[in-house]
Structure formats: C-alpha cells, structure tokens
C-alpha cells in the first residue's frame, strides 16, 4: 500500500450530523488523504466513511476492525462492515484492542478470530491483517510471530515508549506501522509539535489523528507537509507538558465504560487538566461538576473500569480525588462570581 503520512481517524464523526461527517471525510479525500480507519464499535463511523467514498473507493485504503475474540463473531462483524462501507473488501482488517496475553491466546486457539481472519482473506474480502493494541510489550511479541502486516498503537510525547523498541521492530519486519492518538486524546495542546513529534520519527508509517472539521483537516495536512523540525519553544511545550501531566492522565477512548453506577469517567478525569485549562468555564462545566460528583459519591469500587483500561490507570483512586479537586475550583468560581 502506498499512502500518505497523514492518514483519517474515524472515531469523532460519529458526534457530528451524518451531512457534516460526510463533508469532511470527503474534504480530507479532496487534500489527498488515502488512508482511513474506522471501526466496527466506532457506532456510525463506518456508514459515514463509506457513504463518503464510495465513488472513490479505488482510489483509497480503508481499515476497520473488530473486537471480536472467536471466528464467528469476527465474520459477522466483517460482513457488517463491508455493507456500511459499502465495499466488498477491507484494505486493512485489524484484531482491535489486544492488549492482554490471554486474549491473544483465544484469539489463535481453535475456532479463534485468527482462523476467521486467513479464511476471510483467502476469500478475497480482506487484503491485509493487521492488529491494535495499548500494549507495546504485548504486541512486540506478537510481531515478532510474523502474522501481521500493520500494527496500530499509541504514541505520541506523552506516550513515547513504542519508538524504544517496538517501531524499530516492526521497520526491520517491514511491518506497517499506524499511530493513533498523536494529541494524546486532546491532553496535548500543541497540535503542530505534536504531529511534528509522530511523523518525524523514521519508523512511522502514518499517523490518524482524528477531525472534525475541514479547518482540522487543512490545519493537520498543513503541518504535514511542512518542516518537521522541532522549535526550541516546541521542544519547552513538550517538557511543561509531560512535567504537569506525567503517565496518568485519561486518553478518552472511553474503553472503561460502561460504568454500572452511570459515572462519566472521562468527564471527572479530563476536566480539570484539558477541560478547563482549555476552554476555561462553559456551562457544560458547571452544571456537569455537581451531576458528576453525585454519581462518583455512588462508586461500588468494583473496578470494572481498571479492568478495561489500556493505560492501568488508578481510576477509583484518581476519581474522588479529581471531583473533589473540581468542586474545589467550582465553589472558588462561584464565590468571585458573587463577589463581582
């Protein structure tokens, strides 16, 4: 596959209207953009991405995946996909979010996705294999057993760890490598260093960062296709962003929910730290503070959260602490609100 170091993710067109996720896939087409990925469980980013390219569907490679663990379920789930996208083959199919040894053993054992994944390539429904995972060690190992031709993983300057050894693997095994989250989930707020960081280490194939609008689109291809060196005011941005943020901050993929008690748990870990130092207060802040901390005062510590998490974060420790510290900072903006 030859395709552009920019490539589209699929996941934030499923908030827009149907027309305006259209219109800015397409927008990306029109710019050059040839590589999409999409999902099974990205609700209705298939369909939109589908509806898109339809009438240009030789002339792009799309990816999609599937969470499935057994053969079954991953054929019906391919067979879904094909209808949304409106294709009759997968460019790149991908196991999704195998990131737990176990889960890669039922993959490959008998009746397991893999023997689903070769018969549906034998039948000419998917040209490529490829994998996604959180885990670098995991997936290093994985690589390593010469089944997959791409990998998708996290990486970006809060997430660095897979350009110590699993990029460089994967170059030497002539494996694809597809990066996601390059704004580490909208926690980076330099959008230029940070693509400048991905798409500047030689081991990168293509980097998907998710858009929303033409304007992220052009912005994006702009970077792209300009100089990837560093500034030294980048090169600060990059340190005060990993000295206030560290390893424990919340990507939004939003995998540890659902939540049994209803609690928003991207909400409470994101607000204070990307939220607000962001967009400062809106409405939806202040109203949602007080409805969060209700349900986080519900929590059953059951830690099904912590469980799906791809990060191992600390989450029924981070959550009464995030909330307290928001209402904190909420009671402070309401009393200079009274003041004034």
């Known amino acids: 596959m030859k395709i552009k170091a920019l490539g589209f993710g699929g996941i934030p067109i499923q908030r827009l209207s149907e027309t305006a ?3 800015v896939v397409r927008r990306g087409f029109e710019l050059g953009i040839n590589f999409y990925d999409t999902a099974r469980v990205y609700t209705t980013s298939e369909e939109r991405i589908g509806k898109a390219l339809e009438d240009v569907r030789d002339d792009v490679f799309i990816a999609t995946k599937s969470t499935s663990r057994d053969g079954e379920g991953l054929l019906k789930d391919l067979e879904t996909s094909l209808k949304m996208l409106r294709t009759s083959w997968i460019d790149v199919y991908q196991l999704h979010m195998v990131s737990k040894e176990h889960e890669w053993e039922s993959i490959k054992g008998p009746g397991g996705a893999l023997e689903a994944l070769h018969e549906a390539k034998d039948a000419g429904k998917i040209e490529h294999l490829g994998i996604t995972s959180h885990n670098p060690e995991l997936l290093r190992e994985i690589v390593e057993e010469g089944i997959f031709e791409t990998i998708l993983i996290p990486y970006n300057y809060l997430t660095p760890k897979p350009a110590n050894d699993l990029l ?6 002539n494996v694809g490598t597809i990066i996601m989250k390059p704004f580490g989930g909208g926690a980076i707020r330099n959008i230029e260093a940070a693509l400048k960081y991905v798409l500047s280490n030689e081991n990168v194939d293509v980097v998907i960062p998710g858009m929303m609008s033409s304007a992220e689109v052009e912005e994006n291809l702009s970077i792209a296709s300009g100089g990837l060196s560093l500034t030294p005011v980048e090169l600060e941005q ?4 990993r000295e ?27 607000a204070e730290d990307q939220f607000l130092r962001l967009t400062g207060w809106t409405p939806r802040l202040t109203r949602g503070i007080p409805e969060a901390a209700e349900k986080v005062a519900s929590c059953l510590s059951c830690g099904e959260c912590e469980e799906r998490c791809p990060y191992q974060l600390p989450i029924r420790e ?13 009671a402070e903006r309401n009393a200079q609100t009274t003041v004034s």
Not at 248 to 262: E, L
């Open 318 to 330: 981070l959550l009464p602490r995030k909330i307290g510290s928001l209402l904190d900072l909420l």
């Open 21 to 23: 996720a259209v219109e």
């Open 244 to 270: 206030e943020l560290g390893n424990q901050f919340c990507r939004a993929c939003d995998y540890c929910q659902p939540c049994p008690q209803g609690i928003r748990i991207s909400f409470v870990l994101r």
């Open 168 to 173: 460089p693997l994967c170059r030497r095994l």
């Open 238 to 241: 990059i340190e005060r962003d």
